[in-house]
């Protein structure tokens, strides 16, 4: 059993990333911007909602989230394991997230954080935003997403780091390198554990 968390700011890469590790370590990826963004497609009420949010650049609340994502998880109780993508956000979330996988005696094993430089995330997602179309890739909404996140989401880089299980990646770095070091972190945990072969 391996869980994963992988964290970084819009635009660093994480969900390439998350990607090659689901397809080196068979794991579940539940991606909440994803899942987030499936529900507005569908114009689900619940999608309605969330599309006012991300609109605006500003985090969907905890509620809205965890209720989504317990229900995307207890679809595959018998998986190897999971990687959590964009998520947690917020200390209350990653004690939420930990009671979850506690109540399964799947605790969270690794936490990536893909640190990227501000002016390199500005350059990807105005990048992105011009390939995609995504909606949350104008240059208002950049600033506003940024600085939510390091303002809400910094402060797991000490609370995982106080747990033990944080792991720093430069993401700036070639995507190949990133998951080299992500693939060396994880590898690491998973021979001391003697999952390894």
Same mark, same amino acid.
């Given at each position: ?16 990333? &998350?990607?090659?590790?689901? *397809? =080196? ?17 569908? *114009? ?6 969330? =599309?006012?949010?991300? %609109? ?9 989230? /965890?209720?989504?994502?317990?229900? *995307?998880?207890?679809?595959?109780? +018998? ?19 930990? @009671? ?12 990536? &954080?893909?640190?990227? @430089? ?7 997602? @105005?990048?992105?935003?011009? #390939?995609?179309?995504?909606? #949350? ?6 600033? *506003? ?12 880089? %000490? ?5 033990? =299980? /944080? ?5 700036? %770095? &070639?995507? %190949? ?15 001391? +554990?003697?999952?390894?072969?």
């Amino acid at each position: 059993m391996l869980n994963v968390i992988i964290f970084g700011p819009p635009g660093s890469g994480k969900g390439t990333q &998350s990607a090659q590790i689901v *397809k =080196k370590y068979n794991l579940i990826h539940l991606s909440t911007g994803d899942i987030l963004r499936h529900e507005i497609m569908e *114009k689900t009420p619940i999608g309605c909602v969330v =599309k006012e949010y991300i %609109d605006n650049g500003l985090l969907v609340p905890d509620e809205v989230v /965890l209720k989504m994502l317990y229900h *995307k998880a207890s679809i595959y109780p +018998k998986r190897e394991g999971f990687i959590f993508d964009g998520f947690p956000r917020t200390i209350y979330q990653a004690e939420m997230l930990d @009671k979850m996988l506690e109540r399964h005696n799947r605790p969270i094993d690794v936490v990536v &954080s893909v640190e990227v @430089k501000e002016d390199e995330l500005f350059k990807r997602m @105005k990048g992105r935003a011009v #390939d995609s179309g995504r909606s #949350d890739d104008n240059e208002f909404t950049i600033k *506003k997403r940024i600085d939510v996140y390091k303002e809400q989401t910094y402060p797991l880089i %000490d609370f995982y780091r106080n747990q033990g =299980k /944080l792991v720093a990646v430069n993401g700036m %770095d &070639s995507v %190949d390198v990133v998951f080299d070091h992500i693939s060396q972190a994880v590898d690491f945990y998973l021979n001391k +554990k003697n999952i390894l072969p």
